[in-house]
């Protein structure tokens, strides 16, 4: 199973901050995905990234996928309580289909 | 895309016995995967289910205590069985088509 770490495991802001979180391994991926799960609900697919040096932007989150296809990350703008959730980063191996995900990172925005 | 849905949302089960956790797709899928999602931590994949072939199980995972059915292309099921307290957690079933989509969950509680 190819690791994925991803940091902060928790983070709490105020509405309107800007934050980064990160996504890293030490294998190569074909793919990275960024989930958000909600309490009570199951992951939802925010963006898929495929090519090294990737950029998509979604709204106010912005995704990156490393050069070297080894990490990624997720940066939101001017955050909102809508964005509380839990943000898991999941990465596709060179062989197989199952995902191997990160631990998440929990995040609250508070009004 | 795909919608998926899960029966039952949530049980609570007494020690030592069986819940039969039904995931439905609303279009035909071949690669179907369960997953677990124990209190706090991310996803770990439990088995690979393609319709067809018998179920593939990841390490720490057997097919007498998780039992997977596939008989067709839009239903699966995932029993677990001799329930202890360990086995409290979210299911989630997720399908393969072109990227990875999740069932909602069932909130199992063994009591």
């Known amino acids: 199973t190819q690791l994925l770490e991803q940091s902060p495991q928790f983070l709490s802001i105020q509405e309107g901050e800007n934050l980064t979180v990160y996504c890293n391994s030490s294998s190569v991926f074909s793919s990275l995905q960024w989930y958000r799960q909600e309490p009570g609900e199951g992951p939802v697919l925010l963006v898929t990234v495929v090519t090294g040096g990737e950029v998509k932007k979604l709204k106010r989150l912005t995704f990156q996928f490393g050069d070297a296809r080894k990490d990624s990350s997720l940066h939101i703008t001017a955050a909102q309580p809508g964005d509380t959730g839990l943000y898991l980063c999941a990465g596709e191996p060179n062989s197989g289909y199952a995902l191997n995900f990160g631990k998440g990172t929990s995040l609250l925005v508070t009004p | 895309s795909a919608v998926i849905s899960q029966k039952p949302s949530r049980d609570i089960c007494q020690r030592g016995t069986s819940l039969t956790i039904q995931c439905q797709v609303d279009?035909?899928?071949?690669?179907m995967f369960w997953y677990r999602q124990q209190p706090g931590q991310s996803l770990t994949l439990i088995a690979t289910a393609n319709q067809g072939s018998e179920a593939t199980y990841e390490s720490g995972f057997v097919i007498d205590k998780f039992p997977i059915s596939r008989p067709n292309l839009t239903f699966s099921t995932l029993t677990v069985s001799n329930m202890s307290p360990e086995d409290s957690s979210i299911y989630l079933c997720s399908v393969l088509t072109g990227e990875q989509y999740f069932g909602p969950g069932t909130r199992l509680t063994v009591t």
């Open positions: 279009s035909q899928v071949t690669m």
